[in-house]
C-alpha cells in the first residue's frame, strides 16, 4: 500500500542510477543531499525576516538561522522553534532545511531557529548533542535580544533531528534550567541498538535502507558501545515522565517508523502527553519532499496546527 507518488519517486530514482547513500563518501554524501533538494522540495517561501545567527558552544561559534513569519511585528515576541535538522548525524545543513522552517514558521506564526550543529565522522557523538543543548540554551538565555518568548520554547527535528530534540528535552528537565514548552519529533531515530522490527520489514526498498543507517551509525556513534546511552537512545533513558507535551509523527514504510511509535508509547505509559499519527503510505524524509509527494505537504500543515496549539 505504497503511495503511488512515493512509488514514482523510487523508481525514478532506480531508473536514474542513483547510487545509494551508503556508497558514498561523506562529503558526497552532503553534496548529494544538497542538491537532490531542488528536485523534491517546494519552492522556499518568503518570510518576514531571515537572520543569521551565532551561538556560544563548546567547540566555538554554533551557526544559527533565524525566521521570523510574514505579517509579523518587528519587536513582536513569539514563541519560538529550535530545529534541528536530519540526516543521519552526517549529512544536512541550514539549507537542506531551509525551506522546511520558513513553511513551519509562516503556518505556525512561530519563529523559527534552526541550529547548524556539528557533523561525523569529523566530529563524533555526543559532539551533535552537545552542540543541540548549547545552542537551546543560548536561545533561551538570549530571548530577549532574539524577540522569542522562552517560556514557549519547542525543540524540534526530523529523524536525527528528532533524536537530537527528544534528548534536548530529556536533558532540560533533568538539568531544571531550560523550560521546554513542546517538542515536535519526525520520524525521530530512538534506539540506536536498531532491533525494532520495522527496521527489517522495511529495512530495503524503500529509500532509507538498513546499510545506509549502519552508515549513519559508525560515522557517528564508531561502535555500538554507546547504544544504550540515553543520549543516543532516548528510547532507553531511565524515565520518561514530566517531559514536555510532544507530538510525534512517522511514516509506514520507513525502519524508524515503530522507534517512533515506541517512544510515543514509553511518553504516555510514563505520564507525558504524547501524540502519534502516521502516515501509512510514507517513506522515511518524506515531509522534505512536497514537489513530489502531496502528503508531505499535509504532514507539514499538521506539523505547524500541533504548533499552534501547543504554543500559541
Same mark, same amino acid.
Given at each position: 500500500?505504497?503511495?503511488?507518488?512515493?512509488?514514482?519517486l523510487?523508481?525514478?530514482?532506480?531508473?536514474k542510477?542513483? /547510487?545509494?547513500?551508503?556508497?558514498?563518501? @561523506?562529503?558526497?554524501?552532503?553534496?548529494?543531499?544538497?542538491?537532490?533538494?531542488?528536485?523534491?522540495?517546494?519552492? @522556499?517561501?518568503?518570510?518576514?525576516?531571515?537572520?543569521?545567527?551565532?551561538?556560544?558552544?563548546?567547540?566555538?561559534?554554533?551557526?544559527?538561522?533565524?525566521?521570523?513569519?510574514?505579517?509579523?511585528?518587528?519587536?513582536?515576541?513569539?514563541?519560538?522553534?529550535?530545529?534541528?535538522?536530519g540526516?543521519?548525524?552526517?549529512?544536512?545543513?541550514?539549507?537542506?532545511?531551509?525551506?522546511?522552517?520558513?513553511?513551519?514558521?509562516?503556518?505556525?506564526?512561530?519563529?523559527?531557529?534552526?541550529?547548524?550543529?556539528?557533523?561525523? /565522522?569529523?566530529?563524533?557523538?555526543?559532539?551533535?548533542?552537545?552542540d543541540?543543548?548549547?545552542?537551546?540554551?543560548?536561545?533561551?538565555?538570549?530571548?530577549?535580544? +532574539?524577540?522569542?518568548?522562552?517560556?514557549?520554547?519547542?525543540?524540534?527535528?526530523?529523524?536525527?533531528?528528532?533524536?537530537?530534540?527528544?534528548?534536548?528535552?530529556?536533558?532540560?528537565?533533568?538539568?531544571?534550567?531550560? /523550560?521546554?514548552?513542546?517538542?515536535?519529533?519526525?520520524?525521530?531515530?530512538?534506539?540506536?541498538?536498531?532491533n525494532? @522490527?520495522?527496521?527489517?520489514?522495511?529495512?530495503?526498498?524503500?529509500?532509507?535502507?538498513?546499510?545506509?543507517i549502519?552508515?549513519?551509525?559508525?560515522?557517528?556513534?564508531?561502535?555500538?558501545?554507546? %547504544?544504550?546511552?540515553?543520549?543516543?537512545?532516548?528510547?532507553?533513558?531511565?524515565?520518561?515522565?514530566?517531559?514536555?507535551?510532544?507530538?510525534? +509523527?512517522?511514516?509506514?514504510? %520507513?525502519?524508524?517508523?515503530?522507534?517512533?511509535?515506541?517512544?510515543?508509547?514509553?511518553?504516555?505509559?510514563?505520564?507525558?502527553?504524547?501524540?502519534?499519527?502516521?502516515?501509512?503510505?510514507?517513506?522515511?524524509?518524506?515531509?522534505?519532499?512536497?514537489?513530489?509527494?502531496?502528503?508531505?505537504?499535509?504532514?507539514?500543515?499538521?506539523?505547524?496546527?500541533?504548533?499552534?496549539?501547543?504554543?500559541?
Amino acid at each position: 500500500m505504497l503511495h503511488p507518488q512515493a512509488r514514482d519517486l523510487l523508481r525514478l530514482i532506480e531508473e536514474k542510477g542513483v /547510487p545509494p547513500m551508503h556508497t558514498l563518501s @561523506p562529503a558526497d554524501a552532503r553534496s548529494y543531499y544538497l542538491e537532490r533538494r531542488f528536485f523534491t522540495q517546494p519552492e @522556499p517561501p518568503h518570510v518576514a525576516a531571515m537572520r543569521e545567527l551565532e551561538a556560544a558552544g563548546p567547540a566555538g561559534p554554533i551557526r544559527l538561522r533565524s525566521y521570523r513569519p510574514l505579517g509579523t511585528p518587528e519587536d513582536a515576541v513569539l514563541p519560538v522553534l529550535v530545529y534541528f535538522h536530519g540526516g543521519g548525524w552526517v549529512i544536512g545543513d541550514l539549507e537542506t532545511h531551509d525551506t522546511l522552517c520558513r513553511e513551519l514558521c509562516n503556518l505556525s506564526g512561530t519563529a523559527v531557529i534552526a541550529v547548524d550543529y556539528r557533523l561525523a /565522522p569529523e566530529h563524533r557523538f555526543p559532539a551533535a548533542v552537545d552542540d543541540a543543548i548549547a545552542a537551546t540554551q543560548w536561545i533561551s538565555d538570549n530571548a530577549a535580544s +532574539l524577540k522569542v518568548d522562552a517560556n514557549r520554547l519547542a525543540v524540534g527535528g526530523d529523524s536525527a533531528g528528532g533524536n537530537l530534540a527528544a534528548v534536548v528535552a530529556l536533558h532540560a528537565r533533568d538539568s531544571g534550567r531550560l /523550560p521546554i514548552a513542546f517538542q515536535l519529533l519526525i520520524y525521530p531515530a530512538t534506539d540506536q541498538r536498531r532491533n525494532a @522490527p520495522s527496521h527489517t520489514s522495511n529495512g530495503q526498498g524503500y529509500l532509507l535502507t538498513k546499510e545506509t543507517i549502519t552508515y549513519f551509525h559508525d560515522h557517528y556513534f564508531g561502535d555500538d558501545s554507546h %547504544d544504550e546511552d540515553w543520549r543516543a537512545s532516548p528510547l532507553l533513558a531511565q524515565s520518561h515522565a514530566d517531559l514536555p507535551r510532544a507530538f510525534i +509523527l512517522t511514516a509506514g514504510y %520507513d525502519p524508524l517508523r515503530d522507534e517512533g511509535l515506541q517512544y510515543a508509547q514509553k511518553l504516555s505509559e510514563a505520564g507525558s502527553r504524547a501524540t502519534l499519527v502516521n502516515f501509512e503510505r510514507a517513506v522515511h524524509g518524506f515531509i522534505l519532499m512536497g514537489r513530489v509527494m502531496d502528503e508531505a505537504n499535509v504532514a507539514v500543515h499538521l506539523c505547524a496546527s500541533q504548533l499552534v496549539h501547543a504554543l500559541h
